[in-house]
């Protein structure tokens, strides 16, 4: 994976000009032109970023894209400047980000009132910030655009201020996210005054062949504790449902589809670029598993909690990226490879479920599954929907999601830890068996009318009736039925598996991404034979959790019936869940206590078995 | 989470952290040391492309890109801030009649200073090449320097001197041209934010080649952006008030 498209290369920073200029446009003309013309622009531009992305992966699927901005390019092992390093892993998840950009953009055309511009002008400048991130090669330049990201959707995240719900989330977004990437800067430093150096490949060279000290393993947790922060990976988490609960639909799509991913993409690059020849995968993998074990399990237990359709969105994304982490964690081509395809399709799935949710919210003003019980009867397209995707997060085949599903458990398997097959199957079973039990309460009105407060509400989510829609618009469904079937064409093309594998093998290569910084040819990759997409294992394992799915939905339609009988089930169930919701307070002094926690915890877990 | 439940956390988090963190600054290399590996190569850098003020070498030539994600996180902040600060449905904005008596020292204080602030915020971006300074630093000197109209005691002026309209221009020409400059690097020489401008002798007013324009450029954003963000607070600290009167709504919760 050698030779360099000089093309694709001089293009690369492109990807962030080009939002943000057609930004700088939005806000000098914005308030001067019609919505419409608004609109256009700025799904204009982000489709033109996506067709950049698109060919970024195209081109690097044949080697990697090395662009030393401004020419910087290094003597030696050292220069001044900044590098972009793309391979197909850091191109795919640049155009996931483009494409769903536009996707959102395309679904605002209705949804969204915004007369001047500011809207559209922040969702170019958070596309600026996702291409950055996901196209750099630079620790300091991840920060910044880390920092571009967060100033853009804290913004976003409060767009409906006359909810004082949708400030205080915005607010605890950004004090947390915030809080998070100083600990990152700090952590920055401390390498950065050790090896004078800042770009991810140069890093890794310096810190390669020395036993981690404690500077390495302080920088290391410092560094982790603002990416896991934007991962929304336990206890680092509590920001994310909050936020959530109260941006925009399309808004919601992007953090949930691809914001909180590229935290997880981030953190695993960082890892194999810069810590890796130090901190060697045997000891890693223990502090990646736990974090990912102790995401997924809390995050589905707490949607499975959840009455509020976009909040239970939220936990089940926090524990697929709790999924994520355990497949990538295993440290390995075939675990990360699992986990792109994974990640892929649950963006395409839970990004139509978000804009089901925006659907739901304009139609009957409200998004609070009790309050629905039965009402969207009237809406069978949006039923029918609504339980595809349910079986779709569940892992059922053809889908992509269940592809990325099948191959970690088969990555898992291969390296004899059966329990997570389990947390794989028992995970997404939960989570999208909660789906299922929104869509059969709302859509079909099964199972027993539930006897909710009167007085409680989905704060945040009241729209009175004057402003809702009678008809669905098609440019929404239009870019939900794109979302749909992206994830179906994900697991039946032909050749998806292949190149996820190619892709992992490039991303976890150290060595090839420091010589190709430095504008030496990489050593050739074992290429794996092609394999087939499928294997029977895999197909029956996602209809194992799709069916344990439908059952779990089942249960909590009619599960009281069943719960009077066997008291000690009910007062057990009862008790967690009020002490999980205790922890969930809301109350931003707890995020942060927690956050100072967890950097502690992912101290002991990497800094005492390497003493 | 209970108070004392949530220190107990946070103190065993922050433990935790000393812990981690002791150890690692005992091996920070010594202050005062020779060893500056990225110092040593920064300062050739900059004398090479003949930048006087390495910072700003640093800054907009050797890590423009940074910068211009940085320009970027301020534009961004800015719009952000008008969106979240737009009047409410249930919010009206009421104007004060007539003008607060202030005192005559403080407004011969402000309008002597004003002009001062004014050559000062422009002399360090056209400078920020060659000595400490640069277009972040200057604009802000603008952007806040212009409300010494506002101590000197006249909103009005205030107003009349500040057309936000013109400001969101100004803003947007700043952001849109270091992207521009950038972009212009790419078709000139081949690399995105490329110095392509000849370098200029060392230490003179037009040295560095894109370094002032790129501090010009970041200097107008900034001025004309921090003058939008402090007119949305003062709209709203000032006139903003809930429908019908009474205290704000902002902050207030319906639970």
Not at chain 1, 119 to 131: I, N, Y
Not at chain 1, 547 to 553: I, P
Request: aromatic fraction near 8%; glycine fraction near 12%; charge should be neutral.
């Amino acid at each position: 994976m050698a030779h360099f498209d000089h093309g694709a290369a001089a293009l690369l920073p492109l990807a962030v000009a080009v939002p943000m200029l057609g930004a700088s446009v939005m806000l000098a003309l914005g308030r001067h032109v019609s919505r419409l013309v608004r609109d256009l622009f700025a799904i204009a531009i982000a489709a033109g970023v996506t067709g950049l992305s698109g060919y970024f992966l195209a081109v690097a699927s044949s080697g990697r894209i090395v662009n030393w901005v401004a020419t910087w390019t290094p003597l030696g092992h050292r220069s001044v400047g900044i590098v972009l390093e793309v391979d197909p892993m850091g191109a795919g998840i640049a155009l996931l980000a483009a494409g769903l950009v536009t996707c959102a953009l395309i679904f605002s055309l209705r949804y969204l009132e915004s007369d001047t511009g500011h809207f559209h002008l922040l969702v170019l400048c958070f596309l600026a910030g996702m291409e950055g991130f996901a196209l750099t090669g630079d620790l300091f330049d991840l920060f910044v655009f880390l920092e571009l990201m967060g100033a853009s959707a804290y913004a976003l995240t409060a767009h409906n201020i006359e909810d004082p719900q949708a400030l205080q989330g915005g607010l605890n977004f950004g004090i947390i996210n915030s809080l998070g990437a100083y600990v990152s800067l700090m952590g920055i430093g401390l390498l950065y005054a050790k090896t004078g150096v800042l770009q991810l490949p140069l890093l890794g060279a310096k810190l390669a062949g020395h036993r981690p000290g404690p500077l390495v393993i302080a920088a290391f947790v410092l560094i982790f504790t603002g990416l896991l922060v934007k991962s929304g990976v336990v206890p680092f988490h509590f920001w994310l449902a909050d936020a959530h609960a109260v941006a925009p639909a399309p808004v919601c799509m992007l953090f949930s589809a691809v914001m909180d991913p590229l935290g997880v993409y981030a953190a695993f690059r960082v890892y194999w670029t810069v810590f890796s020849p130090t901190i060697a995968p045997a000891h890693a993998r223990v502090a990646f598993l736990s974090l990912g074990v102790a995401t997924a399990v809390i995050g589905a237990v707490m949607c499975c909690a959840q009455r509020h359709i976009k909040r239970l969105l939220a936990y089940s994304t926090i524990a697929h990226v709790g999924l994520f982490f355990c497949a990538l964690g295993l440290l390995r081509e075939d675990g990360t490879a699992a986990a792109a395809l994974y990640a892929a399709g649950h963006a395409g799935i839970k990004g139509a479920l978000f804009l089901l949710c925006g659907m739901l919210l304009d139609r009957y003003g409200n998004v609070d599954e009790l309050h629905l019980f039965g009402k969207g009867r009237g809406s069978p397209h949006l039923g029918l929907l609504f339980g595809l995707c349910g079986f779709a997060l569940a892992g059922l085949p053809p889908f992509g999601l269940a592809l990325g599903k099948a191959l970690a458990e088969k990555a898992a398997i291969d390296q004899h830890l059966y329990w997570m097959v389990a947390l794989f199957v028992l995970v997404s079973a939960l989570t999208g068996g909660a789906v299922l039990r929104v869509t059969a309460r709302v859509f079909l009105g099964l199972g027993d009318r539930p006897k909710g407060d009167a007085e409680y509400r989905a704060v945040g989510t009241e729209r009175p009736p004057a402003q809702r829609l009678q008809a669905l618009p098609a440019a929404a469904l239009s870019a939900i039925g794109v979302l749909i079937a992206g994830t179906l064409a994900l697991g039946v093309l032909p050749g998806a598996r292949d190149a996820a594998e190619r892709a992992a093998a490039a991303f976890i290569d150290r060595s090839g991404y420091l010589a190709n910084a430095l504008g030496h040819a990489g050593h050739q990759l074992a290429i794996a034979p092609s394999a087939p997409n499928w294997d029977l294992r895999g197909v029956l394992l996602g209809i194992a959790s799709a069916l344990l799915a439908a059952g779990f939905a089942a249960a909590s339609c009619y599960g009281r019936r069943i719960l009077v009988h066997v008291p000690a089930l009910r007062l057990g169930t009862r008790a967690v869940l009020r002490a999980l919701h205790r922890v969930h307070s809301g109350h931003i002094g707890d995020y942060v206590a927690w956050l100072m926690a967890g950097c502690a915890i992912l101290a002991g877990l990497i800094g005492l078995p390497l003493r | 989470m209970s108070r004392p439940v949530r220190y107990v956390v946070f103190c065993l988090g922050v433990v935790g952290l000393a812990i981690l963190l002791a150890p690692a600054v005992a091996h920070l290399p010594a202050f005062g040391s020779t060893f500056h590996p990225y110092r040593t190569l920064a300062v050739a850098a900059a004398v090479a492309h003949r930048t006087a003020n390495v910072v700003s070498a640093i800054n907009f030539d050797q890590r423009g890109l940074d910068t211009f994600g940085e320009e970027s996180i301020f534009l961004a902040s800015v719009a952000g801030a008008a969106l979240l600060l737009r009047p409410g449905e249930h919010e009206t904005e009421r104007r004060p009649l007539g003008h607060a008596r202030m005192l005559d020292a403080t407004r011969l204080l402000g309008y002597v200073l004003l002009p001062l602030s004014t050559i000062l915020g422009l002399d360090l971006i056209s400078h920020g090449n060659v000595t400490p300074g640069g277009g972040f630093q200057g604009g802000v000197v603008l952007g806040t320097g212009l409300h010494l109209l506002y101590v000197a005691g006249s909103y009005d002026a205030l107003e009349k001197m500040r057309p936000t309209t013109l400001f969101e221009w100004g803003e947007a020409i700043g952001a849109g041209s270091y992207g521009a400059l950038g972009v212009a690097g790419l078709l000139a020489s081949g690399a995105f934010l490329a110095n392509f401008v000849p370098l200029g002798h060392f230490g003179a007013l037009f040295s560095g080649g894109t370094v002032p324009l790129l501090n010009i450029a970041v200097g107008i954003e900034v001025a004309s952006g921090g003058a939008i963000l402090l007119s949305h607070f003062l709209r709203q600290a000032m006139f903003t008030e809930p429908a019908g009167g009474g205290r704000r709504a902002s902050g207030e919760r319906d639970e």
